[in-house]
């Protein structure tokens, strides 16, 4: 029988963990028994609608009594479980994976890329220390590094040494951090929306605040491509396997290079615009050219998998 820690509702504690409990408990509950109709999305959120739904579960079952508050150890929660667990309770949607562990099994193909990413930059380097350009290496390595790095061979030989070791260094570090996913937090909709209070950016599945203590934050919109599932507030259609592993290699970049603290999509008109300084600090880069040069791509930007090709 689950317990809160605080109170929940109005004028309540309402801590996410313990309105998550109270919301799955009240969509358990039968509409003629003080359910909730439609359910609840279960977010961890105590918005106006979560306190009318506790407030409509009482007055059924308290005979009229509602003050919108679930407390610890009291009346209100001891009759939700009751509720919610009788035989005639209605089935709650089952969550999606955990955020965090939806990133971390999605590490593989990111690795994938990174490793394919690391592989052509190191390359690059040994061919230019040995003859002083970077031409004759690979036709699509060569139109990929100008493509998504804007580095070519009019780039200064002086400046085209420090930014192919940034590049090197940015992957083999978020290499780092894809293999363990230490810095991986999930966040709930209210953390997040709390995150994002002065940005013009209000919700993202994946992102890194710029603000210690550094982590790589996963939030509930990132979760498999499919339909919606009611009685969830992150019940649009998610992301496909390539597009979700192209962000778990963007994100590691914002965390392990203090420079990458902007974001100039692959699919944006900006993209294409960025000069060879900043575009090695830009984190869709970085996934961008690592599928390219992996799957040898014959396309000027390569398949480019991020957010803008979400059924991939």
């Known amino acids: ?27 358990a509950a039968p509409i003629a028994k003080g359910g909730p109709n439609p359910i609840l999305d279960i977010d961890g959120w105590c918005g106006q609608k979560t306190i009318s739904a506790i407030a409509r579960f009482q007055t059924v079952q308290l005979k009229g009594f509602s003050d919108g508050l679930v407390e610890r150890g009291r009346k209100t929660i001891a009759l939700l479980n009751s509720v919610a667990t009788s035989p005639g309770a209605r089935p709650v949607p089952d969550p999606d994976d955990d955020p965090a562990t939806q990133a971390r099994q999605d590490a593989p193909q990111a690795s994938t890329w990174g490793m394919a990413g690391l592989a052509a930059i190191n390359g690059l380097i040994g061919h230019f220390e040995l003859t002083g350009h970077i031409t004759d290496f690979d036709d699509v390595v060569e139109t990929a590094l100008s493509g998504h790095f804007h580095i070519d061979r009019n780039t200064p030989a002086g400046n085209l040494r420090s930014l192919l070791g940034i590049i090197r260094q940015n992957y083999h570090a978020a290499l780092m951090e894809i293999s363990g996913g230490l810095h991986y937090r999930s966040v709930s909709r209210h953390e997040m929306s709390n995150d994002f209070a002065r940005a013009k950016t209000h919700e993202a599945p994946g992102y890194t605040p710029f603000n210690p203590p550094k982590r790589i934050c996963w939030s509930p919109l990132f979760h498999e491509l499919r339909g919606s599932k009611p009685g969830y507030d992150w019940a649009g259609p998610g992301f496909g396997k390539l597009c979700r592993a192209a962000m778990v290699l963007h994100e590691p970049i914002h965390f392990v290079d203090p420079q990458a603290n902007f974001d100039t999509y692959e699919w944006g008109p900006e993209y294409t615009g960025l000069n060879a300084d900043r575009a090695v600090h830009n984190a869709s880069s970085y996934p961008s050219f690592g ?10 930007l390569g398949p480019r998998y991020g957010a803008g090709r979400r059924d991939e």
């Open 291 to 300: 599928a390219h040069v992996y799957e040898h791509s014959a396309l000027p």
């Open 1 to 27: 029988m689950p317990d809160i820690s605080q109170s929940v509702g109005r004028a309540g504690i309402n801590a996410d963990d313990d309105v998550t409990i109270v919301q799955r408990l009240l969509n």
